[in-house]
């Protein structure tokens, strides 16, 4: 079965904090994505990247910066965690499919409380 | 902004067939339709996925009119672990998903 882990499943972090979260997926995919979940707005894409130290910008990427230096490992920064960043971050897996066969995986999300 | 549209939510009574709508009328060619679920608490789990043809697995079949302007996804047995939020996604095959609201299906006993 494929395995996307999360770090941690819940954290709480103070406002000016930087805050890393981090993602590692076992079944050699190329692309990882970033997501965050919040009520009545849905999962938005933060970051993705298709291959290591490659990243682009996804719909809502001010605040945050990503890092991929190994293809199993996607790891999100918020280099000074604030109130509004308080959300679900959820990391997401998948091969570079042909003809849009490429079902992402997910992991069990983090859920990040920034006082 | 997501381009499909899905109702709110629906019930359906564990054993009987879940049929979850999507309208999609802005569909291109080339875009294939998916459907994704989330149980509370989870990350999304991938369902299936479809072009034109209608598709089935072991999970739902995924019935796409011939428009292609709108599918149903087909839980044909509904348990109580079915109860989660149904997610209709329109992609092309570069594209990254955008989800929607989605449907929050509850299986009543």
């Known amino acids: 079965d494929v395995k996307v882990t999360q770090s941690s499943r819940y954290l709480v972090k103070r406002t000016g904090e930087k805050v890393f979260l981090e993602c590692v997926q076992d079944?050699?995919?190329?692309?990882m994505f970033w997501y965050r979940q919040d009520p009545g707005l849905g999962l938005r894409l933060i970051y993705f990247s298709y291959d290591v130290k490659m990243k682009e910008k996804g719909d809502i990427p001010e605040g945050y910066s990503v890092s991929r230096e190994k293809k199993e490992r996607f790891s999100l920064i918020l280099e000074s965690a604030s109130t509004n960043q308080t959300s679900m971050y959820l990391c997401?897996?998948?091969?570079?499919?042909?003809?849009?066969?490429?079902?992402?995986?997910f992991g069990p999300g983090t859920r990040l409380t920034v006082l | 902004d997501a381009k499909t549209t899905q109702p709110t939510s629906m019930d359906c009574a564990e054993g009987r067939a879940a049929n979850l709508p999507c309208n999609h009328s802005?569909?291109?060619?080339?875009?294939?339709v998916y459907w994704y679920r989330q149980i509370h608490s989870q990350g999304p789990q991938y369902i299936i996925h479809?072009?034109?043809n209608n598709e089935t697995n072991e999970m739902a079949s995924l019935i796409i009119t011939e428009d292609r302007k709108s599918s149903t996804l087909i839980l044909p047995h509904a348990t109580l672990r079915d109860t989660a939020v149904y997610y209709c996604?329109?992609?092309?095959?570069?594209?990254?998903?955008?989800f929607g609201k989605g449907t929050k299906l509850s299986v009543k006993p």
């Open positions: 997401a897996s998948s091969f570079i499919g042909l003809q849009g066969n490429d079902e992402q995986f």
């Open positions: 079944m050699d995919h190329e692309n």
């Open positions: 802005t569909i291109s060619g080339n875009e294939y």
């Open positions: 996604i329109v992609r092309g095959s570069q594209g990254n998903l955008i």
């Open positions: 479809g072009l034109k």
